[in-house]
């Protein structure tokens, strides 16, 4: 299995232009969500979804957009880059709801200037 | 919402001493508490997790505890290792909020040989 899986690593952005963060995951995972992280910051959940065709918004939704057509993938639009969204950006996937270990992916470092 | 804190920001051990790291808590409601161990420009890793109806839970060198009369919980790490070097998150799972984990800021470990 490989797990959960981030395209790209790195990606450089100009404000205003709009770019697509892909996640998928091998697992058969129901639950998967995406986190940015901030510098010396913890996690803050932008979107998760519980099962394909469902999806729902975390404490940062703003300027992001998701779905969830497949159980294996799970995109993440930013529609307008702000410098703002410079952040690393972590998808997380777990078996189901609750009290189940997430597995986090390698990570997407994105800059806007 | 759930509002989790966690302290200290950083902390700098001897190899061989203990480290304690403290988290706290805002909704009662919350029934799941897992530590993540980031490694620098790594992928958060559970080391260890536990929910609402123990109090301590031990595995090897790492335990936490958790008093939900007072809202906290807490991670200890014993006979610390320089690979133990790195930012630990706590979390809290708010039971009625489907699988949405809120992160405490993190600290950062250093184990000094």
């Known amino acids: 299995n490989a797990g959960v899986t981030q395209t790209p690593k790195f990606q450089v952005l100009k404000t205003g232009q709009s770019m697509t963060l892909q996640c998928a995951q091998d697992?058969?995972?129901?639950?998967m969500s995406w986190y940015r992280q901030d510098p010396g910051m913890g996690l803050r959940l932008i979107h998760y979804?519980?099962?394909?065709?469902?999806?729902d918004q975390g404490e940062v939704p703003n300027g992001y957009n998701v779905s969830r057509s497949t159980t294996e993938d799970f995109p993440l639009r930013l529609l307008s880059a702000a410098p703002s969204q410079t952040s690393v950006y972590f998808c997380?996937?777990?078996?189901?709801?609750?009290?189940?270990?997430?597995?986090f992916g390698p990570g997407t470092r994105l800059l806007v200037l | 919402g759930e509002n989790v804190e966690q302290h200290p920001s950083t902390l700098s051990v001897q190899e061989g001493d203990s480290a304690v790291i403290k988290c706290t808590y805002s909704?009662?409601?919350?029934?799941?508490f897992p530590w993540y161990k980031q490694e620098l420009g790594k992928r958060p890793q559970l080391i260890i997790d536990?929910?609402?109806?123990?109090g301590e839970k031990k595995d090897q060198r790492i335990a936490v505890t958790l008093n939900k009369t007072a809202k906290h919980f807490s991670l200890h790490i014993t006979e610390t290792q320089p690979e133990d070097s790195a930012v630990y998150f706590c979390?809290?799972?708010?039971?009625?909020?489907?699988?949405?984990?809120?992160f405490g800021g993190g600290t950062r470990l250093m184990v000094k040989p």
């Open positions: 979804s519980v099962g394909a065709g469902i999806t």
């Open positions: 536990i929910r609402s109806n123990v």
């Open positions: 697992m058969n995972h129901e639950y």
């Open positions: 997380a996937s777990s078996r189901g709801q609750g009290t189940e270990t997430q597995y």
């Open positions: 979390a809290a799972l708010l039971g009625n909020a489907g699988n949405m984990l809120t």
């Open positions: 909704d009662s409601a919350s029934n799941y």
